[in-house]
């Protein structure tokens, strides 16, 4: 079956959940991660894969496949390398998504191994015939190292997915002065949850936006965001929501939004009327005022109200400028090097950086 010919009633619910029929691919510490938290917040999402070089990313993951790149022998790998070193393994992820209409790589970009794998996975989904969808989380801003290793995998990733969802994770921190290693827990699990409610969430006292419409939703050409929003003082869901959409002018053009997909969680407490001041206004905030917004809304928080809201229709993002070969030939006429190009053009980086 193409892509072109599977339909979104090809993707039902089954008791419990969706079996094989879709898969989540968690590449490298970052991707490992959040697909293993969201393995516990899903009850629908029923097959993982997890695919990294680190065994330690994989230690603790008692639910899912796990795919181990041996590259123990690279003190400093790039991308090429780790690619390079996996295709032995490839066999594996095409059995391990060989039943699966519809899979979803998730990945942190910036590093050898998210970078180098992430793109081979979603090619080799593209390649069965099947729906890929990507979730990059894209690098701090102060790794300014793994800006170019991001810049160039998220261009793969547009080639081979069916869309692409962009996370930034200089938006996700509302206090930056928490240790790092809860930062990083904390950034993950955000992710975690946010995917949870458009991807496989079925918690009582919620209405759902439901995976087929996600579905349809990120198919574009055009660059699709995710941005989080909370309020903790008040609990107001209109705060929550003013707060997620306030992050998209630091990532894209807002003008540029043409649709947006928004879940809210409040407490039982949530009115229509929460809903309609909530969501109601933010076409004035996002798009030009003709801006499609669905959404769907949970209503058994018990502590801070969130918002999760996914944007599309942006022709650009901060990223271009993460790729400094694009921008250093950008309206010049350049040769395709392919996917799989070992000319280690990494080595330009510093002079293009000082340029």
Not at 5 to 19: E, Q, V
Not at 122 to 134: D, L, P, S, T
Request: aromatic letters at 8%.
């Amino acid at each position: 079956m193409s892509i072109g010919d599977l339909k979104l009633d090809d993707f039902p619910y089954s008791n419990p959940g969706y079996g094989r029929k879709v898969a989540v691919v968690g590449v490298g510490s970052a991707g490992c991660r959040i697909a293993n938290q969201l393995s516990k917040e899903s009850k629908l999402l029923e097959h993982f894969v997890y695919v990294t070089c680190d065994d330690h990313d994989i230690a603790n993951i008692t639910k899912g496949e796990k795919i181990l790149i041996d590259a123990t022998l690279r003190s400093k790998a790039t991308p090429y390398e780790v690619r390079g070193l996996a295709f032995a393994r490839v066999p594996e992820i095409r059995q391990q998504i060989k039943d699966s209409e519809l899979v979803f790589v998730i990945s942190g970009l910036g590093g050898a191994v998210g970078s180098g794998l992430a793109p081979l996975v979603a090619r080799e989904v593209r390649e069965k015939g099947a729906i890929c969808v990507a979730i990059a989380v894209m690098p701090f801003n102060f790794e300014r190292s793994k800006h170019y290793f991001a810049g160039g995998a998220l261009k793969q990733l547009r080639n081979y997915a069916s869309g692409v969802v962009l996370i930034d994770n200089d938006e996700l921190l509302e206090n930056k002065k928490i240790p790092a290693i809860d930062a990083f827990y904390l950034v993950n699990q955000k992710i975690a949850v946010a995917l949870n409610k458009f991807l496989g969430s079925t918690e009582k006292h919620e209405f759902s936006i439901g995976l087929n419409n996600v579905v349809s939703f990120v198919r574009t050409n055009s660059y699709c965001v995710l941005c989080i929003g909370e309020d903790i003082e008040t609990s107001e869901c209109r705060k929550a929501v003013l707060n997620a959409a306030s992050h998209f002018d630091r990532i894209v053009d807002k003008s540029e939004a043409s649709k947006s997909i928004v879940h809210v969680v409040g407490d039982k407490s949530i009115t229509m009327n929460d809903l309609v001041t909530s969501i109601g206004g933010l076409s004035g905030i996002l798009g030009n005022g003709t801006m499609q917004i669905e959404y769907g809304f949970s209503a058994n928080s018990e502590s801070s109200s969130a918002a999760f809201i996914v944007a599309s229709g942006f022709s650009s993002t901060k990223f271009e400028h993460y790729d400094p070969v694009d921008r250093a030939l950008k309206n010049r006429t350049c040769i395709d090097l392919g996917f799989d190009s070992s000319l280690g053009i990494e080595m330009l980086l510093p002079d293009i950086e000082r340029s």
